[in-house]
């Protein structure tokens, strides 16, 4: 794998870059797109929702150089897409992985585990630890596991 580009199973290639404004509306479509196919989701916000997510990271955590090294987006340049995300950010005084996705058409290519590694190997030049939290039933939870993710504890889901 090179640094900041991936050769995907066909000759397609993505681009690794810092999270920026730009980046906000094709984050937030990514992010409904990659959700609404996860069964493991039962309420999914609206676009405009998650825009406002990607402007809460941009405002609040963009301003920390490790959050912001630890944060990336891949760029599909065929079709200059947002296909990968990683926003980390600061809570309660440790890394939180605030969302993590990759487009559904490029999945199984290893933008997920780069954008996971990257994002915790940045980090852990300050912190001891990463976090994240995932919803029950994701089948994320096992390529989380994989990684070295170890299950803390688990929450009850509750609607409103």
Request: proline share 2%; hydrophobic share 35%; with cysteine.
């Amino acid at each position: 794998m090179v640094i900041g580009h991936f050769e995907a199973e066909s000759d397609e290639y993505e681009k690794i870059r810092a999270v920026s404004s730009e980046d906000t509306d094709g984050i937030a479509g990514l992010l409904v797109k990659s959700y609404k196919i996860n069964p493991a989701y039962k309420q999914i916000g609206s676009k405009e929702d998650y825009i406002l997510h990607v402007k809460e990271f941009l405002d609040e955590h963009k301003n920390n150089s490790i959050m912001d090294e630890a944060s990336r987006v891949v760029v599909d340049e065929s079709t200059n897409n947002i296909v990968g995300v990683c926003l980390h950010m600061e809570f309660e005084q440790y890394p939180l992985i605030m969302s993590l996705v990759v487009d559904p058409e490029h999945q199984k290519r290893g933008i997920g585990r780069y954008l996971l590694t990257h994002s915790i190997s940045s980090s852990d030049k300050e912190y001891p630890a990463t976090r994240l939290s995932v919803i029950r039933d994701n089948h994320a939870i096992k390529f989380y596991e994989d990684v070295g993710f170890i299950r803390n504890r688990s929450l009850t889901d509750m609607y409103l």
